[in-house]
């Protein structure tokens, strides 16, 4: 197989799976192959700081047995699961989807914040920005009170309310940025990227430019 980065979802479903590489792939532009790897013991979105926590170990299982022409992995999903233990077993750059946007959303010492579908992840999302630092900079997360599941079933609705949470994160929360905090929701940010005055991030997208700064700095192997 020739050099590519793979892109774990540690959600179960294929179907989002083939979405993130997509979009991975389009933001990577020509030349850089993406293949994508899916989880099997995971729920098909994870909702939970449960299930994001127990989900960790089968992202390491498969970032770590995956094939050596792999030069970077991303992990697909906004809680990062299994990327700092993967991080140290592999020899290959690693970074996932929150941390990246998080850098990406902060650039400039700018306010951010995150428009997402999942409240249970609420504590987890700002735990990681205190880890990176960034805890000042974040104005916190908007979510709506719908089913993160259902809402993600329809994609117009989707859209919408995600949209709302961005006015939100601008208007009551002082963001200058906004990312839209989830794998599964790589369509609705794809949709709403040019939609407000203030950047709002895809971390599908910012996922995939970071990896291809890390992989360019990254010593040849």
């Given at each position: 197989m020739k050099p590519h980065i793979l892109l774990v979802n540690p959600n179960s479903s294929?179907?989002?799976t083939r979405m993130m590489r997509a979009i991975a792939e389009r933001a990577a532009g020509a030349g850089i192959a993406v293949v994508g790897a899916t989880a099997t013991r995971s729920p098909a979105m994870i909702v939970t700081a449960g299930e994001l926590a127990a989900s960790a170990a089968e992202v390491v299982e498969i970032g770590s047995a995956h094939d050596a022409a792999c030069v970077g992995i991303i992990v697909g999903a906004f809680g990062d699961p299994g990327a700092e233990e993967l991080r140290s077993r592999v020899a290959v750059p690693v970074t996932g989807l929150c941390e990246a946007s998080m850098l990406a959303a902060s650039r400039g010492r700018r306010r951010f914040g995150v428009a997402?579908?999942?409240?249970?992840?609420?504590?987890?999302?700002?735990?990681?920005?205190?880890?990176?630092?960034?805890?000042?900079?974040?104005?916190?997360?908007?979510?709506?009170?719908?089913?993160?599941?259902?809402?993600?079933?329809?994609?117009?609705?989707?859209?919408?309310?995600?949209?709302?949470?961005?006015?939100?994160?601008?208007?009551?929360?002082?963001?200058?940025?906004?990312?839209?905090?989830?794998?599964?929701?790589?369509?609705?940010?794809?949709?709403?990227?040019?939609?407000?005055?203030?950047?709002?991030?895809?971390?599908?997208?910012?996922?995939?430019?970071?990896?291809?700064?890390?992989?360019?700095?990254?010593?040849?192997?």
């Amino acid at each position: 197989m020739k050099p590519h980065i793979l892109l774990v979802n540690p959600n179960s479903s294929e179907a989002t799976t083939r979405m993130m590489r997509a979009i991975a792939e389009r933001a990577a532009g020509a030349g850089i192959a993406v293949v994508g790897a899916t989880a099997t013991r995971s729920p098909a979105m994870i909702v939970t700081a449960g299930e994001l926590a127990a989900s960790a170990a089968e992202v390491v299982e498969i970032g770590s047995a995956h094939d050596a022409a792999c030069v970077g992995i991303i992990v697909g999903a906004f809680g990062d699961p299994g990327a700092e233990e993967l991080r140290s077993r592999v020899a290959v750059p690693v970074t996932g989807l929150c941390e990246a946007s998080m850098l990406a959303a902060s650039r400039g010492r700018r306010r951010f914040g995150v428009a997402t579908t999942t409240p249970d992840l609420v504590d987890a999302i700002a735990d990681h920005a205190h880890r990176l630092g960034l805890a000042g900079l974040y104005a916190g997360a908007r979510c709506p009170v719908e089913d993160p599941a259902s809402l993600t079933n329809d994609q117009s609705a989707l859209v919408e309310v995600l949209a709302r949470k961005v006015e939100e994160c601008i208007d009551l929360d002082g963001a200058r940025a906004v990312i839209i905090g989830g794998g599964p929701l790589g369509e609705a940010a794809e949709s709403l990227r040019e939609r407000f005055a203030f950047p709002v991030l895809s971390p599908i997208r910012s996922a995939m430019e970071h990896m291809q700064n890390l992989v360019m700095a990254a010593p040849s192997r």
